[in-house]
């Protein structure tokens, strides 16, 4: 039994979370959660993979994101086609302002402007990018293959198209982290390539594949973390993993190491509250899993976390035990 200690108020963030680590309640879990990141960082047999839901990128979490990719704090990210389409649009100059949660939503709309929250964005520049999203389409038909096979083709797209602007696809695609966006229909990208399709052009993203393709990562890596942000689709696309290679015969016993940052409670049932331990009766997190949850919103958490990870100086070691060639080619 170790005792708590007072943390100490320090303008040094990684020291500030390392001292919230002996604290208590959420805090203390936050603290805990860089910990364990940490870990997976230093251990050269570990694959990370994050699932990344809610609205983060209107929500100003974008170069947290980004930082997160340049330090290779993660190895594959698996997101809602919503943050990827507005990190889209961020780089295509198009903006996200602050506005206010007591706002005439009849108002915002007959002005033409879309509210999440306490963000506002115009309805009009997002459906150029929806078009935008459509022409692409149009370069690369006939396309038929996986959401991070058309990811990696669109990251090199806007790379060329926008060469001087950053986004969290442009940082991925230039460290090759893949994206797999499982739900690619349920968003303004699916919307774009709707658009394509009604005007008889031939792209086809293949979501089986998808699955196929991040359990490969996952069969082939010795072990396994994951971080969630938020929960929904994401998180059960990484976390069915396991149960997908123990029906094949791989046994892979687990993830080793899990974080999630969430506001919500296991006890309504859904899956973004779900515990780690639940996930244990799954075969998807190993019954020695190095775990936390922390309850806690996450653009609270995202500029705490990333700023204590690049403040401690950690660097990720270089795994070992992984083939060069992870992914199957979509087309």
């Not at 490969?216 to 990484?238: H, L, R, S, W, Y």
């Amino acid at each position: 039994m170790r005792k708590t200690c007072p943390v100490c108020p320090t303008s040094d963030v990684s020291e500030l979370l390392e001292g919230m680590a002996l604290t208590g309640f959420q805090g203390r879990k936050l603290g805990e959660s860089v910990g364990i990141w940490k870990k997976m960082l230093a251990d050269p047999a570990c694959r990370i993979f994050l699932g990344l839901s809610g609205a983060m990128i209107p929500a100003g979490m974008q170069q947290c994101l980004v930082e997160m990719v340049r330090h290779h704090y993660v190895d594959a990210l698996v997101s809602t086609g919503a943050n990827i389409f507005h990190d889209i649009c961020e780089q295509a100059g198009v903006c996200h302002y602050l506005g206010h949660h007591h706002a005439d939503d009849a108002e915002l709309y007959r002005q033409g402007i879309d509210r999440i929250y306490d963000i506002f964005a115009f309805e009009s520049e997002f459906r150029t990018v929806d078009r935008g999203i459509a022409e692409f389409g149009e370069t690369i038909a006939p396309f038929r293959g996986s959401s991070r096979e058309f990811m990696r083709l669109f990251g090199e797209y806007m790379l060329e198209k926008y060469p001087g602007r950053d986004s969290l696809v442009a940082a991925c695609t230039r460290e090759q982290i893949p994206v797999f966006i499982p739900a690619l229909c349920d968003s303004s990208i699916g919307i774009g390539l709707l658009i394509a399709r009604r005007r008889g052009v031939d792209v086809d993203i293949d979501q089986i594949a998808d699955a196929d393709e991040i359990t490969c990562m996952v069969e082939d890596a010795q072990k396994t973390g994951v971080i969630f942000i938020g929960g929904g689709v994401p998180k059960n696309f990484i976390q069915q993993t396991q149960v997908i290679g123990s029906i094949h015969d791989k046994d892979l016993g687990g993830h080793d190491y899990a974080i999630q940052y969430t506001t919500d409670s296991p006890h309504w049932g859904g899956l973004s509250g779900c515990t780690f331990e639940e996930a244990i009766s799954w075969g998807k997190e190993s019954p020695t899993t190095t775990q936390v949850q922390v309850h806690v919103d996450a653009t609270i958490a995202l500029p705490l976390v990333v700023s204590a990870l690049i403040g401690s100086g950690v660097k990720r070691v270089k795994r070992t035990g992984a083939k060069k060639k992870v992914v199957r080619q979509g087309r």
